[in-house]
């Protein structure tokens, strides 16, 4: 099993960048598939970024492609998310999972984390 503890949310104004972290327990980091997702109030999780277990392939939302980055460290146990030029609709709980195989499908990922907040205001 693995537990995930996200980190690095706030307030940010629009053009901003922010970094989130997710700190995941567990000796078997390296054997699972990781991706970002959000929810917004009123609407529904959605996918934002993935990686494979070996670090290779990132993809992402065409909402974000170009100014997220998704990136991991085997050595910390750790995936990030750098969040460039952010615009008031990225404002949202953002989620760290978890799964067995890169998939932008929220049914693919079994660990997640508690989520952490970005809000996007001026």
């Known amino acids: 099993q693995v537990q995930l503890v996200e980190s690095g949310g706030g307030l940010v104004q629009p053009g901003g960048s922010l970094r989130l972290c997710c700190a995941a327990?567990?000796?078997?980091?390296?054997?699972?598939?990781m991706g970002w997702f959000r929810q917004a109030p009123g609407k529904e999780r959605e996918f934002v970024a993935g990686?494979?277990?070996?670090?290779?392939?990132?993809y992402y939302a065409d909402s974000v492609k170009g100014r997220f980055t998704i990136s991991r460290v085997y050595a910390k146990n750790t995936v990030y998310l750098q969040m460039n030029s952010l615009k008031p609709e990225d404002t949202a709980v953002y989620y760290c999972a978890a799964g067995g195989a890169s998939s932008s499908a929220l049914n693919d990922y079994g660990y997640w984390g508690q989520g952490t907040q970005v809000t996007v205001s001026s």
């Open positions: 990686i494979n277990w070996n670090g290779g392939s990132p």
């Open positions: 327990s567990g000796r078997t980091f390296s054997r699972y598939a």
